[in-house]
């Protein structure tokens, strides 16, 4: 009977897969740069020869992006899941902004869930910081962008998204983030014009997510975020209509 030869694990091999979890969990986040490689031997408590030879390995994977006299960097294209150019197709088709509140509802949903099964202490001072943030945007009503107040609601869902402890949630909602920002700064502002309650219905949802997410009441995070996402839906289809129907009015004014 043969036996095959066992292969000794390099040091190098060890960091390569701790730096993966690292991005892989979302530490580490794409365009980050690493810290310089002193640092980073030290904190590991590894020589910097083998550090060296595990930034290269994570390079010739697509990791990382090493700049002349400029320090390693986690690439930038790492979870982007659609290019400009379909962003700005996306962003511009009403039909595709459906089809992104449609994915928004079951994905944020189940971000919610795992978020209130799972999150940690830091999760939880984390997702406090965004909500506040949003608050204080919604507090400042006539004085706040709309580019303001989207940055700030995506925030607040890729919060929830770190505190599900999904890996693959996390870089769906992170792919997605300006995306969700520019969907909610295309429709806030005809939500807001077609029903004067919309900006007290939003703090109140954002409200109960929060909260359900914090006391950690999870199918009840679920069906929040859930009917969340189908009042954007309801009010924006509200919109829709009322755009058609101004149309309709124009074309027959002009007979």
Avoid at 174 to 184: A, M, Q, S
């Amino acid at each position: 009977m043969g036996f095959d030869q066992i292969r000794q694990r390099r040091l190098s091999d060890d960091i390569v897969e701790r730096l993966e979890g690292m991005i892989l969990e979302g530490t580490l986040k794409s365009g980050e740069r690493l810290p310089a490689e002193r640092a980073l031997a030290e904190q590991f408590g590894v020589s910097r020869p083998s550090l060296r030879e595990a930034i290269q390995k994570l390079t010739a994977k697509g990791l990382l992006v090493s700049r002349q006299g400029g320090g390693n960097y986690v690439v930038e294209s790492l979870g982007s899941t659609f290019s400009d150019p379909l962003l700005q197709l996306l962003e511009s088709n009403p039909e595709a902004q459906r089809d992104l509140l449609e994915f928004r509802h079951t994905l944020e949903a189940s971000c919610a869930y795992y978020a209130a099964l799972r999150a940690t202490e830091v999760d939880r001072e984390r997702l406090t910081a965004a909500f506040e943030a949003l608050q204080d945007c919604y507090s400042r009503a006539g004085d706040v962008s709309r580019a303001e107040e989207g940055a700030a609601d995506a925030q607040f869902h890729l919060a929830i998204a770190e505190a599900s402890h999904n890996a693959v949630l996390l870089h769906t909602i992170r792919g997605l983030f300006d995306l969700l920002k520019r969907n909610v700064v295309t429709n806030i502002g005809g939500m807001y014009k077609q029903r004067t309650e919309t900006r007290d219905m939003l703090i109140s949802q954002h409200r109960d997510l929060y909260q359900a997410i914090i006391e950690g009441r999870a199918e009840q995070a679920r069906e929040v975020s859930s009917r969340h996402i189908l009042y954007v839906q309801e009010v924006l289809e509200e919109v829709r209509q009322e755009v058609q129907r101004v149309a309709r009015a124009e074309r027959r004014k002009g007979i």
